[in-house]
């Protein structure tokens, strides 16, 4: 079955610093994947997604992410982090669309 | 245009009470979902909706859950006899069409068992 990881729980960085959050899944196919960002007392919002072909995708608010299978990775970028990116970053894998699993969430404090 | 929506926004209920949590997708929207979100915790599937099909009841943690959806439109997610565990952030979401994996979250009810 799949699975996602985020090693980070937390991740703080400075206003206008670079940003990479991680994601690791496991699925024995190509994977669906994708990152959502929940902020405070909202739903998720769909930040971009990889379903097949260049590996580099580009998304919403300036955010990017690089598929790499030898490294089962996903992660998310971000060349300069604003202070309203402040929010909760989720990963998800899934072949299925009522089969997607997520990752348990990187919360991301931006400094001033 | 309108999101999804979903009420209430928070509910405090006594352990042993039946709680129901209410969804009105993106109209026009045949992909309807249920999630659970505990704390420090990734988003659990309960429950999906498409079209008229069946259900897929498979991410129901016990058979206190049910969920309904009449007329293909609005949800109903019902638990019974809550427990302490059952507290959580319970999210809505909704899929245009079931080729598209595009969810739409709607802003979550969160569920306080006492």
């Known amino acids: 079955a799949q699975s996602v990881t985020q090693p980070d729980i937390h991740i703080t960085v400075s206003e206008g610093a670079s940003l990479e959050l991680r994601c690791n899944y496991s699925?024995?196919?190509?994977?669906?994947l994708f990152w959502y960002v929940q902020s405070p007392g909202q739903g998720l919002q769909l930040l971009l997604k990889y379903f097949s072909g260049d590996t580099l995708v580009q998304g919403i608010k300036g955010f990017e992410a690089e598929f790499k299978r030898s490294q089962s990775s996903f992660n998310l970028r971000k060349p300069s982090v604003h202070w309203s990116d402040a929010a909760e970053y989720f990963c998800?894998?899934?072949?299925?669309?009522?089969?997607?699993?997520f990752g348990a969430g990187t919360r991301l404090t931006v400094k001033p | 245009g309108a999101g999804v929506s979903q009420s209430p926004s928070n509910k405090v209920t006594e352990k042993g009470k039946d709680v129901e949590l209410r969804c009105d997708p993106i109209?026009?929207?045949?992909?309807l979902y249920w999630y659970r979100q505990s704390l420090g915790q990734g988003l659990e599937f309960l429950i999906y909706f498409q079209g008229n099909s069946a259900p897929d009841k498979s991410g129901l943690p016990s058979d206190r859950f049910s969920a309904e959806r009449t007329g293909g439109s609005v949800s109903t997610l019902t638990i019974q006899r809550t427990q302490q565990e059952d507290s959580a952030v319970y999210l809505c979401?909704?899929?245009?069409?079931?080729?598209?994996?595009?969810?739409?979250f709607g802003p979550g009810t969160r569920l306080t068992v006492t």
């Open positions: 699925y024995g196919a190509t994977p669906y």
């Open positions: 998800a894998v899934g072949p299925e669309r009522n089969d997607m699993r």
């Open positions: 979401a909704s899929s245009p069409d079931p080729s598209s994996y595009e969810q739409y």
């Open positions: 109209s026009g929207h045949t992909a």
